[in-house]
């Protein structure tokens, strides 16, 4: 048994300790791959997959950490990591308690330290080391999001579930985990194989490999060598099993064997999300898979996360007369003479091309290189604050200087289609429906990018427009699975013939990502018309769509997901039972409290919906979806002045909410038509 250790009184406190167990007899383990591959195991065990998680111990601390030097405040309480005792302690006004450092976390550029909690958990500590300025800092702090126009982000408590391994991070720092997660208690009995990232997970269970091999004369190979072998791999079979762990994602399965479609087992944050700039680059985090798709060397299908990187993680090509070989089968000219290209000085780094294409930024204290791989575009850094390449390098330059530099060395505007298609992300994240015809056009344009084509997608149903609805159904027969999962969701709200129709034919897609999107938007047709061949299909994805929300249980959103389901097919004492999960899991869940109000304004309760609400706004008290729908449920209460009261705050807090404007106009129609016309314009 594991202790935390709290000093303020004379209790202790102890829960059950994560960690090593063996799993199931088909794993032997990385060791058993050492007799014959030597070399490959030296090269991973002291990897950055090799060493993804490690114990925590004296000798770790003696060779890779510093003592800390300032303490850590957070609020009232003061941090500090004590190296020799294997702790962190917390000093605050109700006295001291002491953290066990248990598990190491990452290396590249921070280790951040897991300490065992009540319940099974493992939780990341309030301290983190940064590997490369040798110091201490405040593990959540670093996680704020700077976005351009505003003060910050909030900083989220170290003890949330976000900074929970069990839930968060096991799957890409441990091998062959079983999370053991028992939703009545509300406990993990999580267990693993082994630290790291080991043989097995790119490789497959190794046991009956290791039989086979042995069983074999010397000099002779099996016809089936039991394992998996990654040389066989396509590219999109090498991007897909590293882009588990190297992507923005959403598991839709609860396991992801090595070798299947990504779009099998998850979908992917595109660029309706915040923590990118509207031109793709990166501005909070967001791993690589994302604006790997945006990159037109990916794209050509050639190239691979092993083409630069090694199995085990490593960069091949870190010295200089190596730099640019990556490059070279299809640059061969820029390569040869990478100074006519660049305009810059043979011995300048931007002759290398990872230095223009790949320029590396930070975020939370991490070095992350973008992987889109465009040229710079410093007309984008102009319009949206977002990084380029010139001057990252040129600091003491403004973008405008980069932009007449780069303007003057290429007679093609290669910035334009780049600029046009971000003004389009910028304009529907901030609902500026002018340019939606353009918006529509490109969605379904033949020269189309997936990535920026979904993220239109996911965010022009906010629109209303009808004209939204051819463009989805051509969008349905899109290439793309991300594009065609993100259009089978956005189908959801038309409910049309054609849209119903559409979704009913995509229960039958290739990817499971589609068919779940699916059958999540026909939800609310549990009783459709349908041949027997449709009703088959439509179940599948259906039962599919259904492992799909409940394959981590541990996570709230699960349960929301769940809860929205019967909510849709008007099953509202078990929507508002898995509402109640929910809240239980994260009770500060505000969408959760609303949509649970629903299924109880739904039932006839009102008090009941009222109690939902008001918890609601006591979480946020300016948050518009809560206060519209307390606008909604006091009009329905004949509390015409709670109505207007609640509707004005939700349009004060979001200007584009039309329904909110619309309502207010009913309202007011009655004895001042003048304030009502004002409303229905906006």
């Not at 594991?2 to 829960?15: G, K, P, S, V």
Request: glycine share 6%.
């Amino acid at each position: 048994m594991a202790t935390i250790l709290m000093f303020q009184t004379a209790a202790e406190c102890t829960q059950d300790k994560p960690g090593v167990a063996p799993v199931n007899q088909r794993y032997a383990g990385s060791k058993s791959c050492r007799e014959c591959h030597e070399r490959f195991y030296q090269l991973w065990s002291s990897s950055r997959h090799g060493l993804a998680m490690q114990p925590y111990n004296a000798d770790f601390a003696k060779a890779k950490l510093t003592p800390q030097s300032s303490d850590v405040v957070i609020g009232k309480l003061v941090y500090r990591a004590d190296l020799g005792k294997g702790v962190v302690s917390e000093t605050g006004p109700k006295g001291t308690k002491r953290y066990k450092i248990e598990h190491v976390l990452g290396g590249k550029n921070v280790f951040y330290f897991l300490s065992p909690f009540p319940k099974g958990r493992l939780q990341t500590l309030p301290v983190a080391y940064d590997v490369n300025k040798r110091m201490w800092f405040d593990t959540a702090a670093s996680g704020v999001r700077h976005f351009p126009g505003t003060s910050g982000g909030q900083t989220m408590n170290w003890k949330d579930s976000g900074y929970t391994f069990n839930t968060s991070c096991y799957n890409c720092h441990v091998s062959q985990l079983s999370n053991n997660y028992d939703l009545k208690t509300d406990t993990y009995r999580t267990t693993w194989a082994e630290p790291g990232i080991n043989c097995e997970t790119c490789h497959g269970p190794s046991a009956e490999h290791n039989r086979v091999m042995k069983e074999t004369p010397k000099g002779q190979q099996p016809k089936d060598m039991k394992i998996i072998s990654v040389k066989k791999f396509t590219p999109q079979q090498h991007n897909a099993t590293c882009s588990g762990c190297h992507a923005k994602m959403s598991p839709i399965t609860a396991a992801y064997p090595p070798g299947e479609r990504f779009f099998d087992h998850y979908d992917m944050a595109t660029l309706e999300d915040p923590d990118f700039y509207p031109d793709g680059r990166d501005l909070g985090e967001n791993y690589t898979y994302t604006s790997w798709l945006m990159s037109p060397c990916a794209k050509a299908g050639k190239l691979n996360c092993v083409t630069c990187h090694t199995s085990s993680g490593r960069y091949r090509f870190k010295s200089d007369d190596k730099a640019n070989n990556a490059c070279m089968p299809c640059h061969e000219k820029h390569v040869k003479d990478a100074p006519a290209h660049t305009h810059h000085k043979p011995d300048s780094p931007a002759n290398k091309c990872i230095s223009c294409h790949m320029p590396m930024t930070t975020f939370a204290r991490m070095n992350r290189t973008d992987h889109s791989m465009l040229p710079p575009t410093p007309s984008a850094a102009i319009a949206y604050k977002s990084p380029n390449a010139c001057n990252l390098c040129h600091t003491g330059k403004d973008a405008a200087w980069a932009d007449k530099y780069v303007r003057q060395w290429r007679t093609r505007d290669y910035q334009a289609p780049l600029l046009k298609r971000a003004a389009l992300i910028d304009e529907a994240r901030k609902r500026d429906w002018k340019q939606l015809s353009a918006m529509l056009d490109y969605i379904i344009s033949k020269d189309r990018d997936e990535v920026f084509a979904t993220s239109l997608i996911r965010m022009i149903p906010a629109s209303g427009d009808a004209r939204v609805a051819p463009a989805l159904l051509k969008a349905m027969k899109d290439p793309s699975p991300l594009v065609r999962g993100a259009t089978a969701d956005a189908l959801q709200h038309l409910r049309t013939r054609d849209a119903i129709r559409a979704l009913v034919t995509a229960t039958g897609d290739d990817y499971r990502l589609v068919r779940v999107r699916a059958a999540a938007s026909l939800a609310a047709y549990p009783n459709l018309p349908l041949n027997e061949a449709d009703k088959r299909s439509v179940q599948a994805a259906n039962n599919e769509y259904l492992a799909s929300i409940t394959a981590r249980p541990d996570q709230w959103s699960s349960h929301y997901n769940l809860g929205n389901y019967y909510l849709s097919r008007d099953d509202l004492s078990q929507a508002i039972s898995s509402y109640n999960t929910s809240l239980r899991l994260e009770p500060r869940a505000v969408l959760v409290m609303v949509n649970k109000s629903m299924a109880y304004a739904r039932l006839g309760d009102g008090k009941k919906a009222d109690e939902s609400l008001k918890e609601a706004l006591k979480v946020a008290p300016d948050n518009p979806v809560a206060n519209f729908n307390m606008g909604l449920l006091k009009a329905g209460q004949n509390d015409t002045k709670g109505a207007e009261q609640h509707l004005k705050k939700s349009l004060k807090a979001d200007p584009q909410m039309a329904q909110a404007a619309y309502n207010l106009c009913v309202i007011t129609a009655k004895d001042r038509i003048n304030e009502a016309v004002t409303w229905c314009r906006k």
